[in-house]
């Protein structure tokens, strides 16, 4: 019954994964917008100042280009120490706090050999110098510049590494130690960013619950609509509503009709007919495959119509079905008051090809006129309508 009408549970899965899809979407965004809005400030800011310390680096080569050994002559001689340490003092700014030259000892030591950091962070000559990366190692076979970026919280921070060749051999590396602290209103900018698109997220999920809320009252006027409110089954007006979008030719119908149910009404009461009425389609949408979309409706007074698919899935066919039904209604006890159960019997006429008639109300009467040949048969039995 439910895969006709508006399934609410599957509905809020779906509200829910959208929700949730939207959300990370929002987050990733901001995040990827965060990242190239940083990348793009480290460009910019830095563009100029790798020309320059390049510019520096070539500067220091043409000091050096009478020496065989850049290292030893720059230990050694005060004066061309000095020299260097002032040409990289000059490179200090704000956003340069270190420019360093290294050298690699005999043992694979990294040493300070030239600082041109202001005083108080001044490395001393042969100072050891502790590397974290292989970056450091890897300049030495590809001769080429490396980047190495730092994480640190309130800074976009990395470290150029510029190789200086001696007969075309890495003796020196040039460092500088660049850091940019972060635009103050990049995050505030991202983040007003996110809240705005939440914000609209917001006012979109307000309307989309609108909606639902919406979808789910016209769900249950429409299942009101739909549903005998005593049997809580279908009624004539579903039949009469959808009769042209089912597919007869899945289907066999039948017509179960209460034996003397006037009788039972009669007799004990219209209450006591409505407690029979009630266990009847109860009995029959157990016995039915409901999750296989059978069907049964109330079509009036103690008449039902059942529209049972046909399934290769299921090795029950409609007339055991049916046959079942029966059986399972003529041994219920209906329990009437706190002490007293009686027993009833129902008839049932069958038309297995509903589709070889125009439409399903034709079919229906086939069924009906078989209905009549099981009660004329004695009631409690299953006919099948059979084209004379």
């Known amino acids: 019954m439910n895969s006709f009408f508006f399934n609410s549970k599957r509905i809020n899965f779906l509200f829910l994964a959208i929700v949730s899809c939207l959300l990370i979407f929002v987050l990733f965004q901001t995040m990827e917008l965060k990242q190239k809005i940083e990348a793009n400030i480290f460009k910019v800011s830095t563009v100029d100042v790798l020309s320059i310390v390049s510019n520096t680096a070539k500067s220091l080569v043409k000091d050096l280009r009478k020496s065989n050994d850049f290292v030893t002559d720059i230990q050694n001689k005060k004066l061309l120490r000095k020299n260097i340490e002032e040409k990289l003092e000059l490179l200090i700014t704000k956003n340069i706090q270190y420019v360093y030259i290294l050298y690699k000892d005999k043992e694979g030591i990294f040493r300070f050999l030239v600082d041109g950091s202001k005083a108080e962070n001044k490395a001393f000559l042969n100072q050891k110098f502790d590397i974290e990366s292989k970056v450091w190692l890897d300049i030495y076979t590809d001769k080429e510049i490396k980047l190495i970026k730092h994480n640190v919280l309130k800074t976009l921070s990395l470290s150029y590494i510029i190789p200086i060749l001696n007969d075309n051999k890495v003796e020196l590396l040039m460092v500088i130690d660049f850091s940019l602290k972060k635009v103050e ?189 099981a009660k004329h048969n004695g009631r409690n039995n299953v006919q099948i309508y059979e084209e004379k």
């Open 185 to 373: 209103n990049i995050d505030s900018i991202i983040y007003s960013m996110q809240n705005g698109i939440i914000g609209i997220l917001v006012v979109f999920l307000f309307l989309l619950v609108i909606v639902l809320v919406q979808m789910l009252k016209y769900n249950k006027v429409k299942k009101t609509a739909y549903i005998d409110h005593l049997t809580n089954v279908y009624n004539k007006n579903y039949l009469l509503k959808n009769q042209n979008n089912i597919n007869l030719k899945q289907y066999s119908l039948s017509v179960l009709d209460i034996d003397h149910f006037k009788h039972v009404n009669d007799t004990y009461g219209h209450s006591v007919g409505d407690i029979i009425l009630k266990e009847t389609a109860q009995i029959v949408s157990r016995t039915l495959r409901i999750s296989n979309d059978d069907m049964v409706i109330r079509y009036g007074g103690e008449e039902f119509i059942l529209l049972i698919k046909k399934s290769d899935k299921y090795s029950d066919t409609s007339i055991q079905i049916v046959n079942r039904i029966l059986k399972n209604i003529e041994n219920h006890s209906f329990l009437i008051s706190e002490s007293k159960t009686i027993h009833i019997t129902v008839s049932i006429g069958v038309n297995l090809n509903p589709a070889d008639s125009n439409n399903l109300f034709e079919a229906f009467e086939l069924a009906d006129q078989a209905l009549y040949s």
